[in-house]
């Protein structure tokens, strides 16, 4: 007779502080979004940590992420309401001795990323 099992590895144990309540995870598999009680936590698997928090009533109870829109819902199993987070993720680049043009301390930065080949 033949015979398959699985095998588990415990990879990681977050320690996040607050109860989760629901946890999604991203199509790409780089974020996990977990909802506790009041606030939804953003974390990159990437980054080893948590880059964000976002308050949310304490009602919401279910999470889920739209892979079409990289948005999350959250809603109440007792309540009529569904809110729709778009999430977008943004980058900081460190422009440290890098030439540039206009004043250094300017409100918007944009960055080119070309290849003069």
Do not use: C
């Amino acid at each position: 007779p033949a015979h398959a099992d699985i095998e588990w590895t415990e990879k990681k144990q977050l320690n996040l502080g607050a109860s989760p309540i629901d946890v999604v995870t991203s199509p790409d598999g780089k974020w996990v979004i977990i909802l506790t009680p009041g606030e939804i936590l953003a974390y990159s698997i990437p980054e080893d940590k948590v880059v964000n928090r976002l308050p949310v009533d304490k009602a919401f109870d279910k999470i889920a992420y739209s892979a079409a829109d990289g948005a999350v819902l959250i809603s109440s199993s007792t309540g009529n309401v569904i809110k729709i987070i778009q999430m977008d993720v943004v980058h900081t680049f460190s422009l440290t001795g890098l030439p540039f043009k206009g004043p250094e301390n300017a409100a918007v930065t944009i960055v080119v990323f070309s290849d003069y080949q």
